[in-house]
């Protein structure tokens, strides 16, 4: 199947070469290919439904029928919502999204490609795993997952084969082909794994949520302690057939306190079950790292808003914070999250809160509007800086005044490391920036967030070269 609808071999697509194909799904194809400007190897994701659609000679997709075309362009427009959502994720535990574009038709991710085994494939020759090995796996897996919950999505594929172990023990969580935004009203795709898909994954009304991938997660720790795989989640309604985990692991290699939270993460009815990462996260054992480091950027989205200190001893209310949280989210995207923690950390006041985050909406209007909002104040607040006329995010005027980087120069570092980081790029480049004594410095600063060392190489060469023309 995949040699008759697969693109080919060497295929060009736009700066990617085709190299094979990694997978065939039922939203699309998976393949292998080379970024020719950066010489980087890629994972491209190709929305292609089986049911909906089919290839055509000149490598187009169109829907196979006049009936399918309104689902296609419905699947379609997803596929690209999905992939805007997911390219501003930026955490070491899941796969990166660098880009999305269109053609042949279709919409196209690309993602970063890692080296590494499946779960399934590095675990055969490390059983039995003790505590400890479990417990790094899992607890940087959630980290990830809260972030793709925070932003209401639900990855609904979480399983073995989609957790892949780097070359230095890390784990990173694929596939997210399944990814579908929670609570949104609409019914979602019936999505199917046994032994790691709930119960309310087998019909297309069931009550999913965070709970759903939390189910999926505590049955792939359960094959972990126990190497078998649970029994599917409709076969355990109306007579449980599971040995608990308490019963089926080994009690002198895992504690007890990991193996009932295990069970409750697999409890059938969804409502029984821990509700959120965090409250799974809370029950299970602190995995203690060997040595401590200084947090990234990229970290404080783990960071949990209640009772965060700021240096002056505030602390923001967690609903308030939630609120601000959501309207700045409809300007910047999921990664208000991120901007928000950050400036928690800073303000005094909900007001001066609100001054420090609207700095990264571009429209003036709308940071105005923003600002006197939350400030209790329909005039504009005495405080408000004056803001320039100019269209440019503010965020990009303020770093060019305070440091010697023109603003031109940012907004270029800025489109080159978010190829890389994601949206995140925004607050990375401006903080760079305000420290850089010239471009070249600001493109080794920021380079340091690229965690691959061979992109991280081809990106420093790229700035320098490009540095060169001007």
């Known amino acids: 199947m995949a040699a008759d609808i697969a693109l080919p071999r060497d295929y060009a697509l736009n700066e990617y070469r085709i190299e094979q194909t990694l997978g065939v799904g039922g939203f699309g194809l998976t393949y292998l290919a080379t970024d020719s400007n950066l010489n980087l190897k890629v994972a491209i994701k190709e929305y292609l439904p089986g049911e909906l659609a089919l290839r055509c000679d000149d490598q187009s997709v169109q829907p196979k029928s006049d009936s399918a075309l309104d689902s296609f362009k419905w699947g379609l427009s997803r596929f690209l919502d999905e992939s805007r959502t997911l390219a501003s994720f930026r955490h070491p535990n899941i796969v990166r999204v660098m880009r999305f574009f269109e053609a042949n038709r279709t919409a196209y991710m690309v993602m970063e490609f890692v080296a590494g085994q499946s779960l399934n494939e590095w675990i055969r020759s490390r059983r039995p795993l003790d505590q400890k090995a479990v417990l790094g796996i899992a607890h940087p897996l959630l980290d990830g997952l809260e972030i793709i919950h925070r932003a209401r999505y639900l990855h609904r594929d979480i399983k073995p084969n989609n957790i892949l172990i780097r070359d230095d023990g890390s784990p990173v969580l694929l596939d997210f082909g399944s990814a579908r935004m929670a609570g949104d009203g609409n019914e979602l795709t019936v999505i199917v794994t046994p032994g ?11 009550k999913q949520g965070p709970w759903s991938d939390l189910y999926a997660f505590g049955g792939v720790l359960y094959w972990m302690v126990t190497g078998n795989r649970t029994v599917d989640a409709v076969a355990r309604i109306r007579q449980d057939m599971l040995p608990p985990a308490v019963n089926a692991a080994d009690r002198t290699r895992y504690s007890t306190e990991l193996l009932a939270a295990i069970d409750w993460a697999l409890t059938p009815n969804e409502e029984q079950r821990p509700q959120t990462v965090g409250e799974f996260r809370n029950v299970l054992p602190a995995h203690v790292k060997s040595e401590q480091r200084t947090v990234t950027i990229q970290e404080t989205a783990r960071m949990p808003f209640s009772n965060a200190d700021t240096p002056s001893g505030v602390k923001f209310d967690h609903e308030t914070l939630k609120i601000i949280e959501a309207e700045l989210a409809r300007h910047i995207g999921p990664i208000a999250g991120i901007v928000i923690e950050n400036a928690a950390r800073k303000a005094h006041t909900v007001a001066g809160l609100a001054e420090i985050v609207a700095s990264e909406i571009a429209d003036d209007k709308a940071h105005t509007a923003f600002v006197r909002k939350f400030s209790g104040n329909r005039t504009t607040p005495a405080s408000e800086p004056s803001r320039p006329t100019s269209g440019r995010p ?3 005027r303020q770093a060019s005044t305070e440091s010697r980087i023109d603003a031109v120069t940012i907004e270029k570092a800025e489109a080159s ?19 850089a004594r010239d471009p070249g410095e600001l493109y080794l600063m920021i380079a340091d967030e690229i965690e691959d060392k061979s992109e991280r190489k081809a990106f420093i060469r790229k700035a320098i070269s490009e540095s060169g023309k001007e």
Do not use: D
């Open 417 to 435: 490391l978010s190829k890389y980081i994601g949206a995140v790029a925004r607050i990375v480049v401006k903080r760079a920036a305000a420290k």
């Open 196 to 206: 790691y898909a709930p119960a309310e994954q087998y019909h297309s009304h069931g």
């Open 394 to 396: 503010q965020s990009v």
